[in-house]
């Protein structure tokens, strides 16, 4: 099997599956949809093109520096002025950093591939205002999904890394291997990105086994203060 790596960082994403209305929220980690329609852009697809080739694939994420929620809002006014828009507010990710895996067929990854060297369209981390930070294709890796995740290299930034320990557990989230594995429901599949008709589907998203990292940079444990030793010498 053949796997695309992304990196997928920069100083804002947002990764939306239920937001309504006034209030966009985000998912700590990226969605399917997402990445998707980021791979979609690249290609120079419209939206209304069919897109089961990408939704057929396997799709999965190892959080290699999870950053923080960000809370914004925005206010609105009508163009003559005389009317104020609801207040809305507005969920993202800050400082976060992903590697993503996509498994599929070899032909489609290496157009994948071919197209993030040089997207047709802007490429962006879940909204228009988040734009990547550096080159996001990490190329082809020979491999099932779940492996290529944990093995690939650590993906933090440096003032990161010094704040870890010397050894970092690294969640990985992916889809469920079969239908006899058990996880979270969640309705990020595309069906179609039409704008009057935007669809997606059900998949079961599973919490894995984690990646252990070795981290030269990080610092080592403390020792636990000795309490008897401490009464003892009162």
Not at 39 to 67: I, K, M, N, W, Y
Not at 78 to 85: I, K, Q, Y
Not at 160 to 183: C, F, K, M, S, Y
């Amino acid at each position: 099997m053949t796997v695309l790596l992304l990196r997928l960082a920069a100083p804002l994403q947002a990764w939306g599956t239920a937001s309504r209305f006034v209030r966009r929220e985000t998912r700590h980690e990226p969605t399917k949809s997402g990445v998707l329609g980021l791979l979609a852009s690249a290609q120079g697809r419209r939206r209304t093109d069919p897109v089961e080739d990408l939704a057929g694939t396997s799709f999965g994420v190892r959080v290699d520096q999870p950053g923080r929620i960000l809370r914004d809002f925005q206010t609105a006014r009508s163009l003559d002025g005389s009317r104020v828009m609801p207040l809305s507010y507005r969920f993202y990710l800050s400082d976060a950093i992903f590697l993503a895996g996509i498994q599929g067929p070899a032909e489609l990854l290496d157009g994948l591939d071919t197209a993030l060297h040089d997207p047709v369209f802007p490429l962006y981390l879940g909204r228009r205002c988040c734009p990547p930070s550096g080159q996001v294709s990490l190329g082809l890796h020979d491999g099932d999904l779940q492996p290529v995740l944990q093995e690939f290299e650590w993906q933090a930034s440096t003032w990161w890394r010094r704040q870890q320990g010397t050894i970092v557990h690294l969640p990985i989230i992916r889809d469920a291997a079969g239908p006899n594995e058990q996880g979270e429901l969640v309705r990020d599949r595309p069906v179609s990105f039409a704008p009057e008709r935007r669809e997606y589907d059900w998949r079961v998203v599973v919490h894995s086994e984690t990646a252990k990292i070795i981290n030269p940079a990080g610092q080592p444990p403390k020792n636990a203060p000795d309490f008897l030793a401490a009464l003892g010498g009162a």
